[in-house]
């Protein structure tokens, strides 16, 4: 970043609003709905995939009651891709049958047009925001997508206008390739450009990055993002959960976190250009296991559960969250996912910023190692399961280390500015829905 760049300062509240933004996706909607209704979940900020929507109208409106900020992905980036273009978002109306969408179909009369659908979609199904249609970038500034998407996010502005959603956000994604965000040319390009751009909040999905990374990778997403302070938006951290997101937040260089529903937790940009195979079957059931820092699979499970105590290390107690106990967490492993992956950033939210990087490390991330160790104490006859909880006690042994020496010897008094409530701005919406 400039030297000139470098002096600026920007003074924003000691308290950053910190938001969890939920994709919904295309499994399990149902029983979160069905959650919803029991009063089992809580959900502030829903994503929604476009090509989706006719099967989760139900829940949308479910959602649009409870008051949650509504947030339509045209998944634009997605339908670009060899992995995902003939799949479940192909339904969406500016996709095209058969083949990938190309940047051609973005320009000129077909470009107005194809804009002016998701304009037109945002505005028939009420939401509060739409994420700008965007690529993935894969150098970064030179890619030819770079200068199209942001022409594309003013051209949607102006679209939304016309369709009567004035009123209708937009938020820009920004789909990196691994390395790109590493790029300071890249960087100090994006800020430069998101200056005059008519969006709010920046999201940010970088391939490697995820809830499983490294406790070096952890630092250095932290210090790539933080280069993006001058931008003055509104950063949200896309694809990541866990500790390694919260790290993002805890020390400035993001104010939410966005991620599915026990998928989605990281990003792999080489994916994207392969077909997806057509073999194969839906997720495991995997349970949140905090303690760990991961998702554990049932037989993973079961083999702590064998073990004298680990029945008591490894079932929730929140009464919020699963009042049965393990029962709970069995019975309804989306409700206690949603849970836990939402208070830590209600508790971080609550807390002055000064604090948020000592909060994170001490009582975040301190007493998760302690449980961890208690977890790989327990004498675990099943090779995978106790290889498996060792490995995870290491790792967050070391995220712990790294992360209470980068808080104790990093400036990070600057932060992103704070989230708008769009709720409560645009509730008029939702009323009689």
């Not at 499994?27 to 989706?52: H, M, N, S």
Request: hydrophobic share 40%; glycine share 8%.
């Amino acid at each position: 970043m400039s030297a000139a760049m470098s002096n600026v300062r920007q003074l924003f509240p000691d308290r950053p609003v910190l938001g969890h933004f939920v994709r919904i996706g295309n499994t399990g909607y149902q029983q979160i709905e069905e959650l919803l209704e029991k009063g089992r979940v809580t959900i502030d900020r829903a994503v929604f995939d476009a090509g989706l929507m006719d099967r989760q109208e139900g829940l949308f409106r479910g959602l649009a009651r409870a008051g949650s900020d509504l947030i339509l992905d045209p998944n634009v980036a997605e339908l670009s891709s060899l992995r995902h273009f003939d799949g479940a978002l192909k339904t969406a109306p500016w996709a095209i049958a058969g083949r990938p969408l190309s940047l051609e179909d973005f320009r000129g009369i077909q470009g107005l047009e194809r804009i002016g659908r998701i304009a037109e979609f945002a505005v028939k199904y009420k939401f509060h925001t739409v994420l700008a249609p965007t690529h993935l970038l894969m150098t970064g500034s030179r890619d030819a997508a770079f200068r199209l998407d942001l022409e594309l996010s003013e051209k949607l502005r102006a679209a939304l206008d016309v369709a009567g959603g004035e009123s209708i956000a937009i938020d820009y994604p920004l789909i990196l390739a691994a390395g790109v965000l590493k790029d300071a040319k890249f960087s100090e390009a994006f800020v430069r450009a998101v200056q005059n751009l008519p969006i709010e909040n920046v999201w940010v999905r970088s391939s490697g990055f995820g809830s499983t990374v490294t406790p070096i990778a952890i630092v250095r997403y932290v210090r790539s993002l933080r280069e993006f302070l001058q931008a003055s938006r509104p950063i949200i951290v896309d694809g990541a959960a866990g500790l390694a997101g919260l790290a993002a937040l805890a020390f400035g260089a993001a104010v939410g976190l966005a991620h599915g529903i026990g998928v989605h937790e990281s990003f792999k940009a080489s994916e994207w250009q392969n077909k997806r195979p057509t073999t194969g079957g839906g997720q495991p059931k995997r349970i949140l296991i905090n303690a760990l820092d991961r998702q554990l699979k049932s037989e993973q499970m079961q083999a702590i559960l064998d073990a004298t105590n680990g029945r008591r290390l490894i079932s929730c107690n929140e009464p919020h969250c699963c009042p049965s106990g393990l029962k709970d967490m069995q019975d309804y492993p989306k409700a206690h996912y949603l849970y836990q992956r939402r208070y830590p950033i209600e508790a971080l939210s609550r807390v002055p910023y000064s604090r948020r990087g000592d909060q994170f490390v001490t009582r975040i991330v301190g007493p998760v190692v302690d449980e961890a160790r208690n977890l790989d104490r327990l004498r675990i006859t099943d090779f995978s399961a106790k290889k498996t909880i060792t490995e995870s006690r290491d790792r967050i042994e070391r995220i712990y280390e790294v992360l209470e020496h980068f808080h104790a010897n990093n400036d990070i008094t600057e932060h992103v500015p704070s989230l708008r409530d769009r709720r409560s701005a645009l509730s008029h919406q939702t009323k009689g829905q």
